[in-house]
């Protein structure tokens, strides 16, 4: 395998994982990003296969309530967690 094909793997790869980690610690920014991203691609007077990658990139529209302190608890981010997590650090002492 040639060099530049192993570096635009890597790349590709640090790519997504880079999205990943950005949507979920700054996931209103990711939106309008990925919104205004899809409204360039789904101008009027653009190419059909133009407009497919819009729709594609379009986001998920938020429903109010959406977001940190809405208690979903989806991305494991917010305070309202109702998962329960234990200390690892404590010993249970059983009488």
């Known amino acids: 395998m040639s060099a530049s094909l192993q570096l635009l793997i890597v790349a590709v790869i640090v790519g997504v994982f880079a999205w990943r980690a950005f949507k979920r610690y700054a996931p ?3 939106w309008r990003l990925q919104a205004s991203l899809s409204y360039q691609f789904e101008r009027a007077g653009r190419p059909s296969w133009s407009r497919a990658i819009g729709r594609w990139l379009r986001p998920l529209e938020t429903v109010s309530g959406d977001g940190c302190g809405s208690g979903c ?3 494991g981010g917010c ?6 997590k234990t200390d690892p650090l404590s010993i249970q002492l059983r009488s």
């Open 28 to 30: 209103k920014t990711a």
């Open 73 to 75: 608890s989806s991305c």
């Open 79 to 84: 305070a309202t967690n109702p998962v329960a």
